[in-house]
């Protein structure tokens, strides 16, 4: 079992998405998970809604609820609005990459509550290159909250020296970092009940 960072969430706010829908919800779309009869849940849908106004555009019924960045100017309700209502289905974009572990059943567990299947987006391949840039560009952007964590005493002593192999790298992003924005972690649910059925740039579990 991998270490994972269980201190304080560091996610500030920033790491909110403007612009196109992420590229997992074509998949949602072109595979029958999202359907027109569907009742679809974008849960901490980011304080821009980019994906539900997407979704909406195709025509389908879709609604972005945010725990912390409801905003009104873009149709995104807070997390009260859906305390008596269930969905079909629900989904996150981005999410549980930018929380620790622990936050991450939290938001699991809710969203059991709250519809009958929930798919997930997390970054992937992007964030072990992104370190590797870093570490031989000598950029720490990446703030390091490495801090008693014996076992990645290796690790962190390769990548300080711009010699940490993907091994090394993977490791460290699974136990996740801060960053200027807020904190990332590569996030793995296999163990957790969840098929992943791609793993590119981002990740997308079913």
């Not at 269980?6 to 920033?14: Q, S, T």
């Not at 981005?94 to 009958?116: C, T």
């Not at 192999?165 to 957790?192: H, I, M, N, P, W």
């Amino acid at each position: 079992m991998h270490k994972t960072y269980a201190g304080p969430p560091l996610e500030n706010g920033k790491t909110s998405i403007f612009g196109n829908h992420s590229p997992g919800i074509d998949y949602f779309i072109n595979n029958g998970i999202f359907t027109k009869e569907s009742k679809i849940l974008d849960y901490d849908a980011g304080k821009y809604g980019r994906n539900t106004k997407y979704l909406k555009t195709k025509g389908f019924n879709a609604t972005p609820v945010d725990k912390f960045n409801y905003n009104n100017q873009f149709c995104v309700l807070p997390e009260t609005f859906i305390n008596r209502k269930y969905f079909d289905v629900s989904f996150t974009s981005y999410v549980l990459n930018v929380v620790p572990e622990y936050i991450e059943d939290e938001i699991l567990n809710k969203m059991e509550s709250l519809s009958g299947k929930q798919y997930h987006i997390t970054r992937g391949n992007d964030l072990i290159k992104s370190l590797d840039v870093s570490q031989h560009t000598k950029n720490f952007t990446y703030r390091w909250i490495l801090k008693n964590v014996s076992d990645l005493d290796y690790e962190m002593s390769m990548f300080k020296k711009g010699k940490a192999s993907r091994k090394c790298l993977l490791k460290l992003a699974r136990f996740g970092f801060a960053t200027t924005r807020g904190f990332q972690r590569l996030v793995t649910l296999e163990d957790k009940g969840f098929k992943l059925i791609s793993f590119n740039n981002y990740k997308i579990y079913i």
